[in-house]
C-alpha cells in the first residue's frame, strides 16, 4: 500500500509499504479521510524522522472504518465508524513522529482502547467531517484557556484552521464581539462565513485603531477594548502588538507555534496585569467536540474546508495546504 513519509528537509515520498500486520492488541483502521495539518508541512521542512532515523510517516488528523480487531481488544468492533486519536495516552502516535501515520489506505493502531484511541462517530456525521475533530479540540482547547464570557470581546490572529476553528467556537458560546486578523483576504473571507463579528487586514488598516472602532477604548493611551487575545497566527510581531494594545486584566493565548525566542517588555505589563498564557493540544477536547459536531451549523464546517482532494492527488493537496488563501485541506480515501 502506499503511505507518505518524510524524508529529508523539504522532502516527503509516497512510500510503498506492506499492509498493516496487527497484534492482539492492534486494531487496523481503514482511512475514510485525513486533514493535512500546519504541523505536516513543518514535519517536512524540518525533515523530521523517526526516532531510529527511519522516515516519519504523516497524517494524524483521520477518520476511518474499522477493519481487523486484534483477539484481545475489547469494546471495539469490526465495521465501526472511528475518529483515531493521534497522541492517544496508551502510547499510540500517529503521525506525529511514531511509526504509524494516516495518510494512507490503512493505519495501524497499537494498542488500541476503546474511548481513547479509537472514539465512536455520532450518526450522521460522515468521515470527512469526523477528521475534523483534531484541529477543532486544538481550536477548542485555546478558546477554554482564554475563558471568554458572554460578554468578552475576542481578537483572534490567524484565520488558518485553528484560528477558523476559535472563530466557531466563540460564536458557539455566544461571545459579544469576534473580531478575525489576517493578512490574506481570502482566509478573512472564510473567517466571515464561520460568524467573524469584523475582519481587520494588517496590510490596509491600523489593527489597534481598528479593534478600538469595534471593541472600544481600552482606559489608557493607545489601548483597546478587546478582553481576550488568540494569536494563532505565530508572526514575530503578532505579541509585541498585541501587548502594547492589551488593556488591563485583560488575556493574550498564544496557540501558534514560535521557533524562535519572542521578546517581552515586562515592564510595560506590570501596571495593566496582562494575563499571558499558552494552549497546546487538546487535554479533554476531543470527546467535546465529537458530542457537539452533530449541532455545528454544517455552512459553517463547509467553510472550514477550502479544498477536499482525493488521496491519488496527495501532492496537489500539500501545495494548496502551503497557500495562503487555503483553510483546511482534507484528503479523502475511497
Known amino acids: ?11 516527503y515520498r509516497i512510500d510503498d509499504v506492506t499492509m498493516p500486520n496487527p497484534g492482539p492488541r492492534d486494531v487496523v483502521v481503514k482511512m475514510g479521510a485525513c486533514g493535512i495539518c500546519g504541523s505536516d508541512i513543518h514535519f517536512v521542512q524540518w525533515g523530521m524522522r523517526q526516532a531510529d532515523g527511519e522516515p516519519m510517516p504523516l497524517g494524524h488528523e483521520s477518520a476511518g ?3 481487523t480487531v486484534g483477539a484481545e481488544v475489547t469494546g471495539i468492533e469490526p465495521g ?6 493521534p497522541m492517544a495516552a496508551d502510547g499510540s502516535v500517529i503521525g506525529n513522529g511514531g511509526p504509524e501515520g494516516a495518510f494512507s489506505p490503512r493505519v495501524l493502531v497499537r494498542n488500541a482502547v476503546a474511548g481513547q484511541s479509537l472514539l465512536p462517530i455520532p450518526d450522521g456525521i460522515s468521515l470527512a467531517t469526523a477528521a475534523l475533530v483534531e484541529p477543532l479540540a486544538v481550536a477548542m482547547h485555546g478558546v477554554n484557556r482564554g475563558q471568554p464570557t458572554a460578554e468578552s470581546q475576542v481578537a483572534v490572529f490567524g484565520c488558518g484552521p485553528i484560528g477558523l476553528g476559535a472563530i466557531l467556537w466563540l460564536k458557539r458560546r455566544g461571545v459579544r464581539h469576534v473580531a478575525a486578523v489576517d493578512i490574506s483576504a481570502a482566509r478573512l473571507g472564510y473567517a466571515q462565513k464561520m460568524g467573524a463579528d469584523a475582519v481587520i487586514n494588517p496590510l490596509e ?13 481600552g482606559g489608557g493611551e493607545g489601548l483597546v477594548g478587546t478582553d481576550v487575545f488568540l494569536d494563532m497566527a505565530g508572526a514575530k510581531t503578532v505579541i509585541p502588538d ?10 493574550l493565548v498564544v496557540t501558534a507555534v514560535y521557533l524562535e525566542p519572542i ?3 515586562f515592564m510595560s505589563l506590570i501596571l495593566r496585569e496582562v494575563e499571558i498564557t499558552t494552549a497546546g493540544g487538546y487535554p479533554r477536547e476531543l470527546h467535546d467536540v465529537l458530542a457537539q459536531l452533530p449541532d455545528v451549523d454544517p455552512e459553517m464546517l463547509k467553510a472550514y474546508v477550502s479544498h477536499t482532494l482525493p488521496f491519488e492527488q496527495f501532492d496537489e493537496a500539500f501545495r494548496i495546504a502551503q497557500q495562503p488563501d487555503s483553510a483546511k485541506v482534507m484528503v479523502t480515501f475511497s
Open 1 to 11: 500500500m502506499k503511505l507518505v513519509r518524510v524524508h529529508a528537509p523539504g522532502e
Open 65 to 67: 472504518i474499522v477493519e
Open 80 to 85: 465501526a465508524r472511528v475518529f483515531v486519536n
Open 205 to 217: 488598516q491600523n489593527v489597534a485603531e481598528a479593534l478600538r472602532a469595534v471593541h472600544g477604548e
Open 242 to 251: 498585541i501587548l502594547k494594545m492589551a488593556k488591563q486584566h485583560s488575556r
Open 263 to 265: 521578546p517581552v517588555d
